[in-house]
């Protein structure tokens, strides 16, 4: 079935640093791969998302691109922000049709941004 | 703004009992999605609906039922509620089916004592 890893958390930065959350996916055909992030108190939100290979996503200063070739969606910003402390989840939704009505979640990242 | 409520930020229940968390969307959508996040575990699919009265089994389904009597409205079921059901219930919904452009709630922390 379909899969995500993500690197494991938490993550602590200071302000201004260059964050990197690596995601993998598992697929058996030509998914959809997303980036959501939960703000502390907060449901999950959309950040970004890349529907097909060498689409990249990008929103706040949040970047991903979609690489077919080593399965994978890796987030980065250049330079993070307080605010940027959350949990992020990477996900996929497969288009095969079969199951098509589901997203499969990496476990989350938390990231910490320190002043 | 779209909107989706969870009736319930905060609840304490005692095992055995029958719990019910709501939620409601203003936006419309076909599609409602109940899933609960567990530390370490991410989000599990509990349930999911595309239709009034029509509900699908997702990932985890064991011990939960399903209510989608209007649009709007999902409801998640705990018959008899377990310690092991202590969660965080995070409630979604979305417009199209595979676009997985989700909306969510924003969560109902359950303790079952």
């Known amino acids: 079935g379909d899969s995500v890893t993500q690197m494991e958390g938490p993550v602590t930065l200071s302000e201004e640093a260059f964050l990197t959350i690596n995601c993998t996916y598992t697929a058996t055909g030509y998914p959809s791969l997303f980036w959501y992030v939960q703000y502390p108190g907060e449901g999950l939100q959309l950040l970004l998302k890349a529907t097909k290979a060498d689409d990249k996503g990008s929103n706040k200063g949040f970047e991903a691109t979609y690489r077919k070739e080593t399965t994978s969606f890796h987030l980065e910003k250049g330079s993070v922000q307080v605010s940027d402390s959350a949990v992020y989840f990477c996900a996929l939704s497969d288009n095969s049709g079969a199951g098509s009505y589901q997203l499969t979640f990496g476990k989350g990242t938390k990231l910490s941004v320190i002043p | 703004d779209v909107k989706v409520t969870q009736s319930s930020r905060y609840l304490v229940k005692r095992t055995g009992e029958k719990v019910f968390l709501e939620c409601v969307q203003d936006?419309?959508?076909?599609?409602m999605f109940w899933y609960r996040q567990d530390p370490g575990l991410g989000l599990r699919l509990i349930y999911f609906s595309y239709d009034v009265k029509m509900k699908e089994k997702g990932d985890i389904p064991e011990g939960y039922s399903v209510s989608r009597e209007k649009k709007e409205r999902f409801s998640l079921i705990l018959e008899s509620a377990s310690t092991n059901q202590t969660s965080m219930y995070l409630c979604?919904?979305?417009?199209?089916?595979?676009?997985?452009?989700?909306?969510f709630g924003e969560g109902s922390r359950l303790t079952v004592l």
């Open positions: 936006m419309d959508h076909e599609n």
């Open positions: 979604a919904s979305s417009l199209y089916t595979n676009t997985g452009e989700l909306f």
